[in-house]
Nanobody
């Protein structure tokens, strides 16, 4: 079992930055891929970014490329999502997720992730 807890969300003006954190417990953090997803009101949960077990491979949604950076610290059992140049359309609940299936490459598919955090709200005011 893996437990994930997100933090770092809040209210920020457009153009500002936030850093989300995902604290993991349970199985060894370094054994699973970490992903970030988000869900805006009335919309489906969508992929934002993912990172492989070593941290050497990442994937991003086109909408956040060049603005968001995903990272991880296996020793601290934490994943991070640095969000810069935030836009109003980035407003959503952001979820951390773990892919524990043994996949090597980070995936964008929501159904590939086995464990989810409770989410943290990010609101960007224009």
């Amino acid at each position: 079992q893996v437990q994930l807890v997100e933090s770092g969300g809040g209210l920020v003006q457009a153009g500002g930055s936030l850093r989300l954190s995902c604290a993991a417990s349970g199985r060894a953090f370094s054994t699973y891929i970490v992903g970030w997803f988000r869900q805006a009101p009335g919309k489906e949960r969508e992929f934002v970014a993912s990172i492989n077990r070593s941290g050497g491979r990442t994937r991003y949604a086109d909408s956040v490329k060049g603005r968001f950076t995903i990272s991880r610290d296996n020793a601290e059992k934490r994943g991070y999502l640095q969000m810069n140049s935030l836009k109003s359309e980035d407003t959503a609940v952001y979820y951390c997720a773990a892919d524990d299936s043994g996949n090597v490459l980070p995936t964008t598919r929501r159904d590939a992730y086995d464990y989810w955090g409770q989410g943290t709200q990010v609101t960007v005011s224009s």
